[in-house]
């Protein structure tokens, strides 16, 4: 067996609802990470080891964290999932190996029990928190999902090694806390709710509530078949791809800790489905997500991706860009990768693939690689909706290559129409106004910034075309060669309207961006408007763009950001946009894009 040998808590002769379970799912999984492998399949995802040496190597710094006057973790203004770290620590403290100073350490014992008790001490009559963020918004009370699941999991872990008064306290806190997540927040299928599930079947599991199982058990069913069969879980419309993992991760734990093989199906959907919008460099492809923009960064996954092949062959690609780029995974991938994951035989992926033009089952979304480039397009639109989370689906178009990593798209926000692929009508008809915590997110008068309907020509050069209101826009995205890609902008223009194109190209803010005009400077907060005749082309971290006639640059143009109350956000959440103007006289333009060699 590669890897680490690790087994549950054998501290105490005494067995609680569910510990032995637990254990032997673990073990379970690392007899079939054994047979599998030995099953002559050509490649085999171990992690074991690595995730034992992640573990440990971050307890010193977890632990040097916490307060001992109050048993709070974490640096600067404290908020409840500060604690979360509870849990990789339960995990060291937990796992039996030669290579693990920390198995059964008493002093780790003595923080995580302190870490709990610092949870109990914050929550009110109901269980629930202050939901606080570290800029120190408040956003009402909460039993904060990720800190419940990773408390009982830490309870599960820890329990017959506590004193008796310490594990009544934590008891009766944690049956507080799942009887009401059980009875008020298990109403719908949402990220949040599936992620209370998953921690209230633990909870049944150590707390001898098998009806609490039970309950969980049958909102998971709700989860599975609430699964779109391209493999993702809709908010609204279309995928919501960075919760998705929530959804995977919450399924995961689940499984291992129930076997409930019905849940199998859509963890493997979801795999393939992130398999396909994954970047080369291992970032999130974030063109089809309703949720989030474009965050760069290799994303590992997490343990729902372990239980089956494909899944599993995901999760070694992104464990290869890991190792290349010397990172390693978090203390909290780590305990659960040990604890709930399942080692074994990996299928192929599509990021073993340089020619590939793939399309989702529902035909809304494609990815077509060529060589070095990736492109995405997305055909999922909708009208504009209220709700601060949902983005307007307005930016269908991104643009990648393996030597500049993300180039063009970014992904969606609200109140920022230059971030629209199209606009047809006055832009100023919608901005984001300072300060409002509370604003309008529909234009003040006739702007369209999200289409009415949308449709992906899927043969080369592929494309979408666009309807806003009587307008029909179209872009077709070509790879040259491996350094060179066009880009084709088109409308009708008889709606009467402006009609203007963008290109939201990801900013480095520190690198050089220049222009034909003149040399290169870093780029900086400092905001920008330069029309065509003071460009001619742009050029900004290893790439260079031309700017037709009549177009203008700006940036920073900012998204509206919905984690913050006012929706503020800062210039590296910006794009540096294109602005290309089309009407009667100019229906289209046609710019190209070119890597440096």
């Known amino acids: 067996m590669s890897g680490a040998q690790v087994v549950g808590c054998r501290s105490s002769t005494r067995d609680y609802p569910g510990r032995r379970e637990l254990e032997t799912a673990l073990c379970l999984s690392l007899i079939a990470a054994v047979q599998l492998g030995a099953d002559g399949a050509s490649e085999h995802l171990s992690f074991n080891q690595a995730a034992l040496k992640a573990l440990i190597d971050a307890v010193p710094g977890i632990l040097k964290s916490q307060d001992p006057a109050t048993g709070r973790f974490g640096t600067g203004l404290w908020i409840c999932s500060d604690q979360n770290v509870i849990y990789p620590l339960a995990a060291a403290w937990a796992i039996e190996s030669k290579d693990n100073p920390y198995y059964h350490d008493p002093s780790l014992l003595k923080a995580i029990v302190a870490g709990g008790d610092a ?24 039993r904060m999902p990720w800190t419940y699941s990773r408390w009982i999991r830490a309870f599960s872990l820890i329990r017959d090694a506590m004193s008796p008064d310490d594990r009544e306290r934590w008891e009766k806190a944690l049956t507080l806390g799942y009887a009401n997540i059980m009875a008020r927040d298990l109403n719908r299928v949402h990220n949040i709710p599936c992620h209370h599930a998953m921690g209230l079947y633990c909870a049944g599991k150590t707390l001898g509530k098998p009806d609490w199982c039970e309950f969980a058990k049958q909102f998971m069913a709700r989860v599975v078949a609430a699964q779109d069969p391209a493999g993702f879980w809709t908010e609204h419309v279309g995928p919501v791809v960075r919760y998705n993992f929530v959804y995977i991760d919450a399924l995961g734990h689940y499984y291992a800790m129930s076997g409930d093989q019905s849940v199998l199906p859509a963890l493997e959907r979801s795999a393939m489905f992130h398999s396909m919008f994954t970047y080369p460099d291992g970032s999130v492809v974030e063109t089809v997500d309703e949720r989030n923009p474009y965050q760069g960064g290799i994303h590992l996954g997490n343990v729902g991706f372990t239980f089956t092949a494909q899944g599993r062959g995901h999760i070694a690609n992104q464990l290869a860009l890991l190792n290349k780029a010397g990172r390693r995974m978090s203390a909290d991938e780590a305990a659960s990768f040990l604890l709930f994951g399942r080692e074994g035989s990996v299928s192929p992926t599509p990021a073993d693939a340089s020619d590939r033009l793939d399309v989702t089952p529902d035909g809304r979304a494609l990815v077509c690689r060529k060589g070095p480039w990736f492109v995405c397009i997305s055909a999922y639109h909708c009208p504009v ?17 393996d030597r500049c990593g993300l180039i063009l798209g970014g992904g969606n926000t609200k109140l920022q129409p230059l971030w629209s692929t199209f606009t047809v009508g006055d832009v100023s008809l919608l901005a984001h106004k300072p300060g409002d915590e509370n604003p309008k997110f ?25 309807t806003y209101g009587k307008e029909r826009c179209s872009v077709q995205v070509e790879p040259v060669d491996e350094c060179t890609l066009k880009i084709s902008l088109r409308a009708t223009a008889r709606s009467g309207l402006p009609v203007e194109a963008h290109l939201t190209l990801i900013p480095h803010i520190g690198r050089p961006f220049g222009t034909a005009l003149s040399p290169g400077t870093k780029l900086d907060a400092k905001p920008f408007t330069l029309d065509a005749a003071q460009t001619g082309w742009i050029e900004h971290a290893g790439w260079r763009l031309t700017t037709p006639e009549g177009s203008r640059v700006v940036w920073p143009v900012l998204p509206h950001d919905p984690y913050k109350k006012d929706g503020s956000a800062e210039p590296a959440q910006g794009r540096i946009v294109v602005a290309v103007p089309l009407s009667a006289a100019c229906r289209s333009a046609e710019l190209t894009l070119v890597v440096a060699r």
């Open 442 to 466: 529909t234009p003040d008068g006739e702007l369209y910034h999200v289409p009415d309907a949308a449709g992906l020509k899927r043969d080369e050069p592929v494309g979408i075309g666009l």
């Open 119 to 142: 949870l109990i001490a914050d929550a009110d009559a109901d269980g629930a928190w202050v939901f606080r963020k570290k800029d120190n918004s408040t956003w009402g009370m909460i």
């Open 385 to 401: 909706y209220a709700n601060r989370w949902i983005q307007d689906r307005q930016n269908f178009v991104s643009v990648y290559h």
